[in-house]
């Protein structure tokens, strides 16, 4: 750019890192803040470190399953008493003569129904759970970011066209499509997270759309389409950071809500093929003549990680809410 | 451009927003008249005054302007080119000169932007220089606005808001403008720091040959800026003249009960001046009062008023006003002096 003559030529001192003197607080980005804020915050830094420790639970699934010699998908015969046909409890088979984590002993016992054993299933459940909440969340979030941002900036008629497409959306009984989804398809992993996607942007889609009708008003945004800036620059530079925030604490929720809708569609049998782990089929399986009465375990080890996995996203989302709350008290 | 040259003219530009109704087919139920028929022009360096109160189409003026909306019709020419319909490429292209301060310091900077984003932005638009050179011309923009480039990473709620509308000025200047529209750049301010922005302002104006289109409510301030001032009601311009000639003899009505409400800084004048209160309120944009606009709550307003439309008239480029009985004396001995025998609207009386 030519600077016009009328400007005075820049000092040379000013291009210089000069000595601030006096009082200058560091200046403090808002992830700064976020970051001040959640350190302070004990149940949302207990689900992080629960959540780091799932994740780690579902990497070493492989070390659990060579240590017990119990793959993954072979029936395990020694996993079932002789005498009685129940299966065999925590530490069955462990009996101290036998070598630990060899062959016949089972930690957190086995399922009589396909002979598994508890903890190697539990730790690949851990994977389908996760991977599933997180996928799903991401393509959740990322078409709710597009419509979002499409109704509420454009406005009119593609606001009207969007806004009644969520409206459909919303009012469609979710559950029934999944299992239609499920008798027309060979459900797979990717059948579930594509129900699971396909039933649950619209939420965030219009808590986006309201935040970027008000965001659009703003004189900031004014302000940029006055300099010239394009309508991608203003809605990257000037929307987009506004929403961040709101992203991050959806998708936590968002991925508790995904992991318990795919346990609640295996529970029902609708789910993942018997051939995928998944923390809901476990469950099922203890349900038929009430086995659940003579061996509660394969009913408690599932559902007790299904309910702390959700509880700790929740309240990572709850915890991730009050940090970016620009109204909060830093010193809380 | 020299000096004394037209730089921006209005040609009857008029506003209508539509009123719809519907969700997604949208059928128009009224027309809101926020800006009809105005028409002047700026020369350059120069900077014409315009003053009205909240509602009367300032602020669409200032927008429709910059474009930030489309003018239903009419003409805005700036610097000869005929730009209310200009839009992609060429229109970016002329907001490189064009550019506005915004009223509100506290919303009109993006909270999650640093200083030196902010006002880098036009330049990282219009990808003028390098990255370093960029950096250089922020740099003297802050001292140039009176901050200091220690603020220079700083983000917008660390700043006052005489020091948050500096920013928004020093975001103007970027890439040096012609014209900037300064719309109410100081009614959120307190007074103290007020003093200060006009100062930089005019400051500014004089280094740079700056032209402003200042939009104020305040009419001292108003006066102080510029060298020609429009006085705005529902949406036309009433009254318009150099300062001086507007200032100490109103013609309209409006700016005369306008003038008379202002508050003066001595106890003694204050005690003795008269004071003309309107009654009634400002009639809705979306149902104007046939003829004169103002005819609702004019203490001279006659039959013809409801009739006929006045338009401007006056010693053409000097001091015109709209209205179908002017005032021919100024200042008025008693508020009852406006009335014009025979009009139906009073004039409250304040006592002293």
């Given at each position: 750019?030519?600077?016009?003559?009328?400007?005075?030529?820049?000092?040379?001192?000013?291009?210089?890192?000069?000595?601030?003197?006096?009082?200058?607080?560091?200046?403090?980005?808002?992830?700064?803040?976020?970051?001040?804020?959640?350190?302070?915050?004990?149940?949302?830094?207990?689900?992080?470190?629960?959540?780091?420790?799932?994740?780690?639970?579902?990497?070493?699934?492989?070390?659990?399953?060579?240590?017990?010699?119990?793959?993954?998908?072979?029936?395990?015969?020694?996993?079932?008493?002789?005498?009685?046909?129940?299966?065999?409890?925590?530490?069955?088979?462990?009996?101290?003569?036998?070598?630990?984590?060899?062959?016949?002993?089972?930690?957190?016992?086995?399922?009589?129904?396909?002979?598994?054993?508890?903890?190697?299933?539990?730790?690949?459940?851990?994977?389908?759970?996760?991977?599933?909440?997180?996928?799903?969340?991401?393509?959740?979030?990322?078409?709710?970011?597009?419509?979002?941002?499409?109704?509420?900036y454009?406005?009119?008629?593609?606001?009207?066209?969007?806004?009644?497409?969520?409206?459909?959306?919303?009012?469609?009984?979710?559950?029934?499509?999944?299992?239609?989804?499920?008798?027309?398809?060979?459900?797979?992993?990717?059948?579930?997270?594509?129900?699971?996607?396909?039933?649950?942007?619209?939420?965030?889609?219009?808590?986006?759309?309201?935040?970027?009708?008000?965001?659009r008003?703003?004189?900031?945004v004014?302000?940029a389409r006055?300099?010239?800036a394009s309508t991608p620059r203003i809605l990257r530079k000037h929307i987009?950071?506004?929403?961040?925030?709101?992203?991050?604490?959806?998708?936590?929720?968002?991925?508790?809500?995904?992991?318990?809708?795919?346990?609640?569609?295996?529970?029902?049998?609708?789910?993942?093929?018997?051939?995928?782990?998944?923390?809901?089929?476990?469950?099922?399986?203890?349900?038929?003549?009430?086995?659940?009465?003579?061996?509660?375990?394969?009913?408690?080890?599932?559902?007790?990680?299904?309910?702390?996995?959700?509880?700790?996203?929740?309240?990572?989302?709850?915890?991730?809410?009050?940090?970016?709350?620009?109204?909060?008290?830093?010193?809380? | 451009?020299?000096?004394?040259?037209?730089?921006?003219?209005?040609?009857?530009?008029?506003?209508?927003?539509?009123?719809?109704?519907?969700?997604?087919?949208?059928?128009?139920?009224?027309?809101?008249?926020?800006?009809?028929?105005?028409?002047?022009?700026?020369?350059?360096?120069?900077?014409?005054?315009?003053?009205?109160?909240?509602?009367?189409?300032?602020?669409?003026?200032?927008?429709?302007?910059?474009?930030?909306?489309?003018?239903?019709?009419?003409?805005?020419?700036?610097?000869?080119?005929?730009?209310?319909?200009?839009?992609?490429?060429?229109?970016?292209?002329?907001?490189?000169?064009?550019?506005?301060?915004?009223?509100?310091?506290?919303?009109?900077?993006?909270?999650?932007?640093?200083?030196?984003?902010?006002?880098?932005?036009?330049?990282?638009?219009?990808?003028?220089?390098?990255?370093?050179?960029?950096?250089?011309?922020?740099?003297?923009?802050?001292?140039?606005?009176?901050?200091?480039?220690?603020?220079?990473?700083?983000?917008?709620?660390?700043?006052?808001?005489?020091?948050?509308?500096?920013?928004?000025?020093?975001?103007?200047?970027?890439?040096?403008?012609?014209?900037?529209?300064?719309?109410?750049?100081?009614?959120?301010?307190?007074?103290?720091?007020?003093?200060?922005?006009?100062?930089?302002?005019?400051?500014?104006?004089?280094?740079?040959?700056?032209?402003?289109?200042?939009?104020?409510?305040?009419?001292?301030?108003?006066?102080?800026?510029?060298?020609?001032?429009?006085?705005?009601?529902?949406?036309?311009?009433?009254?318009?003249?150099?300062?001086?000639?507007?200032?100490?003899?109103?013609?309209?009505?409006?700016?005369?009960?306008?003038?008379?409400?202002?508050?003066?800084?001595?106890?003694?004048?204050?005690?003795?001046?008269?004071?003309?209160?309107?009654?009634?309120?400002?009639?809705?944009?979306?149902?104007?009062?046939?003829?004169?606009?103002?005819?609702?709550?004019?203490?001279?307003?006659?039959?013809?008023?409801?009739?006929?439309?006045?338009?401007?008239?006056?010693?053409?480029?000097?001091?015109?006003?709209?209205?179908?009985?002017?005032?021919?004396?100024?200042?008025?001995?008693?508020?009852?002096?406006?009335?014009?025998?025979?009009?139906?609207?009073?004039?409250?009386?304040?006592?002293?």
């Open positions: 750019m030519s600077m016009p003559p009328a400007m005075s030529p820049i000092p040379v001192d000013v291009l210089a890192p000069r000595e601030v003197g006096g009082h200058s607080a560091p200046t403090r980005g808002p992830w700064a803040l976020m970051w001040r804020r959640l350190r302070r915050d004990k149940a949302a830094l207990a689900s992080v470190a629960f959540i780091i420790l799932l994740f780690s639970f579902a990497a070493a699934a492989p070390l659990f399953e060579s240590w017990t010699n119990h793959p993954q998908n072979t029936s395990n015969v020694a996993g079932s008493d002789d005498v009685t046909l129940l299966p065999v409890g925590p530490l069955g088979g462990c009996d101290g003569v036998t070598d630990v984590g060899k062959d016949t002993c089972f930690i957190l016992g086995a399922s009589n129904v396909s002979g598994h054993d508890m903890l190697v299933q539990l730790s690949y459940g851990a994977r389908t759970s996760l991977f599933i909440g997180v996928v799903s969340t991401a393509i959740t979030v990322a078409v709710a970011l597009v419509m979002g941002l499409l109704a509420g454009s406005g009119g008629f593609t606001d009207g066209v969007i806004s009644r497409l969520m409206d459909v959306v919303a009012a469609f009984p979710f559950l029934l499509f999944a299992i239609a989804v499920s008798t027309v398809f060979r459900s797979n992993v990717w059948t579930v997270i594509f129900v699971i996607a396909a039933f649950s942007w619209f939420y965030p889609a219009r808590l986006f759309r309201a935040e970027v009708l008000s965001l008003e703003r004189e900031f004014s302000a006055m300099l010239g987009f950071p506004h929403l961040v925030g709101a992203t991050v604490v959806y998708a936590s929720l968002s991925i508790a809500g995904a992991i318990l809708f795919e346990a609640a569609l295996s529970y029902l049998g609708f789910g993942l093929p018997a051939d995928i782990p998944s923390w809901g089929r476990m469950i099922s399986q203890a349900v038929p003549g009430g086995l659940y009465r003579n061996a509660p375990y394969l009913m408690i080890f599932p559902g007790t990680l299904l309910v702390l996995t959700a509880l700790a996203f929740n309240m990572l989302g709850d915890g991730l809410r009050d940090a970016l709350d620009p109204k909060g008290n830093v010193d809380r | 451009m020299s000096s004394g040259e037209t730089i921006l003219r209005l040609e009857k530009l008029t506003k209508h927003f539509p009123v719809t109704r519907g969700i997604i087919f949208q059928r128009e139920i009224a027309t809101l008249k926020a800006v009809d028929d105005v028409s002047f022009e700026i020369k350059a360096g120069q900077t014409l005054g315009l003053v009205g109160e909240s509602g009367c189409g300032k602020s669409t003026l200032a927008r429709c302007i910059v474009r930030l909306l489309d003018p239903t019709s009419g003409r805005i020419e700036f610097e000869g080119e005929d730009i209310s319909r200009l839009s992609g490429k060429a229109l970016r292209s002329v907001r490189r000169d064009l550019v506005m301060i915004f009223q509100d310091p506290m919303s009109s900077l993006n909270p999650r932007m640093r200083v030196s984003e902010i006002i880098g932005e036009p330049l990282e638009v219009y990808r003028a220089g390098t990255s370093a050179t960029r950096r250089a011309r922020v740099m003297e923009l802050l001292e140039l606005v009176g901050l200091n480039s220690e603020h220079f990473n700083r983000f917008p709620h660390e700043f006052s808001g005489g020091q948050r509308q500096r920013i928004g000025i020093a975001r103007a200047l970027a890439l040096s403008p012609k014209l900037i529209v300064c719309d109410e750049p100081v009614s959120a301010l307190d007074v103290s720091v007020q003093a200060q922005i006009i100062n930089l302002l005019e400051d500014l104006q004089a280094e740079f040959g700056l032209t402003y289109l200042f939009i104020a409510h305040d009419l001292d301030i108003v006066r102080r800026v510029s060298d020609e001032v429009h006085v705005m009601y529902l949406g036309r311009v009433v009254e318009r003249g150099t300062d001086e000639d507007l200032y100490e003899a109103p013609h309209h009505p409006y700016s005369a009960a306008l003038l008379s409400a202002r508050p003066v800084p001595d106890p003694d004048r204050a005690q003795n001046r008269t004071h003309i209160v309107l009654e009634g309120d400002v009639p809705s944009p979306l149902d104007l009062p046939s003829g004169c606009r103002f005819r609702t709550r004019c203490p001279r307003a006659q039959p013809v008023c409801s009739e006929v439309e006045p338009e401007l008239d006056g010693p053409a480029g000097i001091h015109e006003w709209a209205c179908h009985y002017p005032l021919e004396t100024w200042p008025l001995a008693s508020p009852e002096d406006i009335r014009r025998p025979g009009s139906a609207v009073g004039v409250t009386e304040v006592g002293p």
